[in-house]
């Protein structure tokens, strides 16, 4: 058993931090909004009276937020108050340059660090099937393997401070645009009357076969599990795939890489979320490559 420490309780946090109680784990945690503390203590998670009171004591620290800007702000706030020794594991889908700065102001606190993005969206954080993309020292990750196991299926150590993210950053850039490109052959199949069961059979056992196509088919029929079969609800929201498309963006200037394609995806990401899908799964995309009146 370890005491754990998680701040941010979400969509994502909350079942996260659910599941290290159920793995024998002692949670203390925090988040801002009261509904998110709500659901979680029903899950049995410990509820602190602020971050600072949550990391007291603990061996890990778990933080599940938004975006850089707020890991940033937790750190800082939390490390006068966090053991020397202690592990801190930051999960949020965040920029590569945040990560590695949260990295370096634990090591100034004398704290291990890691960067663990995950992808498996709220049902694998429900059910523990989350794959976590792991960036930070081999002794960080010895460490904190075994806690991520609680969480998730598959734990990948990607490398030192920082490449979790870019992991995370450039798969999610692969599955915008290869949504798109099934998307698309989608639509010009239906203006050429090919029918959508007629092109799947074909594409998902010749070359243009992937996981857009085979596992998150964006018409409905072919996959029936897939959220186009359930009027497109989530699954993986249009919001986060536009987070995720801008960060590899960024990272891509930041970094001197040409990504023409990511850079197209997400603009097409941007321009269906402005007409208001940002709610609904990205696979959604194909709505807008046929035109506002689906036609
Ligand atoms: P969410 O908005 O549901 O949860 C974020 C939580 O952080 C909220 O409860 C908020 O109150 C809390 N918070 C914000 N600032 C805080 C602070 N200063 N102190 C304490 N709590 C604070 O978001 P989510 O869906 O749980 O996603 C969390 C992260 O996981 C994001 O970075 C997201 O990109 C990533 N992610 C989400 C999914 C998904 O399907 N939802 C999938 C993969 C990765």
Known sequence: MTMIAFIGLGNMGGPMAGNLVKAGHT??????????KDA????GVGIAA???DAVAGAEIVVTML??????????GDILPAVSPGALLIDSSTIDVESARKAHALAAERGCLSLDAPVSGGVGGA???TLTFMVGGSAEAFAKGEPILSAMGRRVVHCGDAGNGQAAKICNNMILGISMIGVSEAFVLAEKLGLSHQALFDVASTSSGQCWSLTTYCPVPGPVPASPANNEYKP???????LKDLKLSQEAAQAAGASTPLGAAAAQLYALH????????????????????DGA
């Open 235 to 241: 699954g993986f929201a249009s919001a986060l795939m």
């Open 66 to 75: 938004p975006a850089g800007k707020h890991v940033l702000g937790v750190w």
């Open 50 to 52: 602020s971050a600072k």
């Open 126 to 128: 429900k059910g523990a």
């Open 27 to 36: 949670v203390k945690a925090f988040d801002l909004s009261q509904a998110s």
């Open 273 to 292: 979320n402005a007409w208001g899908e940002g709610g609904t799964d990205f696979s959604g995309i194909i709505h807008l490559l046929r035109g506002r």
């Open 40 to 43: 979680a203590s029903e899950l």
